[in-house]
């Protein structure tokens, strides 16, 4: 999903509002916090940054299962962690995404729970 998200959020136009006024605005106005970024560079900024923080959270955990399983067994902190990033996105998607990144999410949520429970 990740690798998903990142290819359309610099390939495709799927991230940009169905109002183009609202694209214009985003591209010209600025953010309070700084004058030196647009809103629109910030939206793509933070797609981007979510995208990688996504694969990344894959790509560690799929290591760690394959190779060093003993570390997701018995509750322990990987364990914990992963499965709290995950409902945490989970609540995000429920409340401020759109359907598919919720279904996708509570998937993996659900094969992760799966998983620790095999090695349990």
């Known amino acids: 999903m990740g690798s998903v998200h990142l290819a359309y959020t610099f390939f495709s ?8 006024a609202v694209n ?12 030196d970024t647009s809103m629109w ?5 933070f ?5 990688l ?11 760690l299962a394959l190779a060093h399983s003993a570390l997701l ?14 409902v ?3 609540v ?10 919720l279904v996708g999410i509570t998937l993996a949520l659900g094969a992760y729970i799966v998983g620790l429970l095999l090695l349990g």
């Open 88 to 90: 945490a996105y989970a």
């Open 47 to 51: 797609n981007a940054s979510h995208s």
């Open 73 to 86: 067994a018995h509750g322990s902190y990987f364990a914990l962690l992963g499965a709290a990033l995950l």
């Open 13 to 20: 136009r799927k991230f940009h509002c169905r109002d183009p």
């Open 24 to 35: 214009v605005a985003m591209q010209s106005g600025a953010p309070r916090i700084s004058a």
């Open 53 to 63: 923080g996504a694969m990344l959270f894959g790509l560690v955990y799929l290591q």
């Open 92 to 101: 995000l998607a429920w409340r401020y995404w759109f359907r598919v990144p």
């Open 41 to 45: 560079r910030a939206w793509t900024g």
